[in-house]
């Protein structure tokens, strides 16, 4: 697993969440809604993020990450580590606009249970932004 310092642990990642029944759960009793496991899927490389703080500074937001219909949650680096996960900047040069402030969460997780567990404690931290 891979881990950046220069990422601060207050630094706060965001997440493309697109509306679909196997990313967003609507409790309707209580009216709200909540990010799933779904929602993180890992490939080689890991789970990709855009780092906030650049993006602000580009004077840009979490809506500017998003595609239609779709909207973004928020985490905390420092909460991400604590799951046993790194974070490491990936920037990419084929999206114009955000991929400067591209990152990845990376894992060291190798069984389905253990990627799992990480894809749950994910869903537990991210807050959907509306």
């Known amino acids: 697993m891979h881990d950046d310092p220069l990422i601060l642990d207050r630094d706060w990642l965001l997440r493309r969440i697109p509306l679909k029944p196997s990313h967003i759960k609507i409790d309707e009793g209580k009216q709200t809604r909540r990010v799933t496991s779904g929602a993180f899927c890992f490939d080689d490389d890991g789970c990709s993020v855009y780092r906030e703080g650049l993006l602000n500074d580009a004077g840009l937001d979490w809506h500017d990450i998003c595609r239609s219909p779709g909207t973004a949650a928020r985490m905390q680096a420092g ?21 400067f402030a ?9 069984s389905r249970s253990q990627q799992e567990k990480l894809r749950k404690g994910l869903s537990g931290i991210a807050q959907l932004c509306w």
């Open 79 to 99: 909460n991400v580590r604590a799951l046993g996960a790194g974070v490491v900047p990936d920037p990419q040069a084929s999206e114009a606009t955000v991929g």
């Open 102 to 110: 591209h990152g990845l969460i990376t894992t060291s997780a190798e």
